[in-house]
């Protein structure tokens, strides 16, 4: 079976993304750019099986759907509550959201703490970009439903195993 009829919409998003990267923006810019691609084709996306898109009990999992050398496209599930570790990235980071409600808290490293510095809800319909640094948070599904969000990563994470950079444990104050 063709990858294009597994990962409806994918093929042109891939594509839509090569010619951004292609142009050799900066990270920030290079987000907001791919960001700008997503809200246009988010309703195309339909990337995941049936099976894929029921999630699992243990965590919110990661499906890499395209990694090449400058790029990388991940959908990730969410079931109602569950929530990624305080985290930064490798790479400059575009997600939208198709379901669900990811909540995401923005924090600052101070050397021995982190403090809050903001808050975001992120619907469905919603697209956002970011990229390193300031770019330390912790994203949680508060919705009921089974969440689903497609990031565009700027690095191949085939290779290095994870969009992040560190995961922060430290007390927040
Ligand atoms: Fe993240």
């Known amino acids: 079976m063709e990858l294009a009829t597994v990962r409806p919409g994918l093929d042109d998003l891939v594509a839509g993304i090569a010619a951004i990267t292609g142009r050799g923006l900066g990270g920030r810019a290079a987000a907001h750019a791919v960001a700008g691609l ?82 975001a809800d992120n619907r469905p319909g919603d697209v956002s970009g970011f990229a390193p640094p300031g770019d330390i948070h912790r994203v949680r599904n508060i919705s009921a439903e089974v969440g689903l969000s497609v990031h565009v990563y700027g690095t191949d994470v085939s290779r290095s195993g994870s969009s992040v950079r560190r995961v922060y444990d430290l007390p927040v104050r």
Do not use: K, N
């Open 38 to 119: 997503l809200r246009e084709r988010l309703h195309t996306l339909d990337p995941l099986t049936p099976q894929e898109r029921a999630g699992s009990p243990e965590g919110y999992v990661s499906h890499i759907l395209h990694a090449q050398e400058d790029f990388s496209v991940v959908a990730v599930v969410w079931r109602p509550g569950q929530e990624t570790a305080v985290h930064d990235h490798l790479a400059w980071c575009a997600f939208g959201v198709i379901s669900g409600i990811e909540h995401e808290t923005l924090y600052r490293d101070m050397g021995d703490h982190l403090v809050e510095i903001g808050r």
